[in-house]
């Protein structure tokens, strides 16, 4: 626990590149849904899928080069063993990028192409093979905290498969097209998603100064307990960004019909 609760901060970089291009894409995608230019959604769609993609590669190799380099910076003083279990978690969790990323992406896109009830799929699919994989970890393969972190990646792939196989089925509206790609759309759509961006920027500096004081105050039984603590928060900020997301699809395509 105290180990997952020092990669904290890193997992919130994880997260802020993900709203980083997922809000802003959702938002001007509804828009256009609304105003019903399916062409530029899909010129959207599809060209945010490459930069996200190309995107979560890039930072991938950041990841798994560099946060090994900070860790011990930012987790000093705590247990050699809780490090060695830290590491461990993020090479295997640096992974997780590109499949979160492109789900997440399709997740936010999916209630415009009436396919509402494949997210709720997803979240149980995802659910059920994490903690399948994690008891497997666990009880049959000993992986340490590398293989939890590997268990969440599989669990992802597992999702984003799932997902993909909306493209599978008649009448869908979003097209993925290479020829179909527009890269002046991106800036319009780091704009939106900034304003989530930022403020899981500052969280995670947040995080990594609190990660400080309380291995100073009380080592890594005091981050095992804050750790703990932050997964019962996960209830409360999981309703407010689900009213966050649908008053903002909701808002974006009254926008578009100009209501």
Do not use: W
Request: glycine share 10%.
């Amino acid at each position: 626990v105290a180990a997952s609760g020092l990669t904290g901060p890193f997992v919130s970089l994880i997260g802020l590149v993900i709203a980083l291009f997922v809000a802003g894409t959702g938002q001007l995608c509804t828009e256009n849904m609304g105003k019903a230019d399916i062409g530029k959604v899909n010129q959207i769609f599809s060209t945010m899928v490459v930069c996200v993609t190309v995107f979560g590669l890039l930072m991938t190799v950041l990841f798994t080069a560099f946060s090994p380099m900070f860790l011990p910076f930012m987790a000093k003083g705590a247990n050699p063993q809780v490090m060695e279990m830290a590491d461990g978690y993020l090479r295997g969790y640096s992974l997780i990028i590109i499949p979160m990323s492109l789900s997440s992406l399709l997740n936010s896109l999916f209630a415009l192409d009436n396919d509402q009830k494949r997210s709720l799929g997803y979240a149980v699919i995802i659910l059920v093979a994490d903690v399948v994989l994690d008891l497997l970890n666990v009880f049959v393969f000993h992986g340490g905290l590398f293989g939890m972190a590997l268990a969440s990646v599989v669990s992802a792939i597992i999702g984003l498969l799932y997902l993909l196989l909306h493209f599978c089925q008649e009448g869908h509206l979003l097209r993925f097209s290479m020829n179909n790609l527009n890269f002046r759309d991106v800036p319009k759509v780091l704009v939106y998603g900034f304003a989530g961006a930022i403020p899981m920027l500052m969280g995670s500096f947040r995080a990594a100064s609190f990660n400080y004081v309380l291995l100073k105050a009380g080592g890594t039984d005091a981050i095992a307990a804050f750790s703990a603590a932050g997964c019962a928060f996960i209830l409360l900020v999981s309703l407010t960004m689900t009213i966050q997301s649908v008053t903002a699809s909701l808002s974006g395509l009254a926008f578009g019909e100009e209501d």
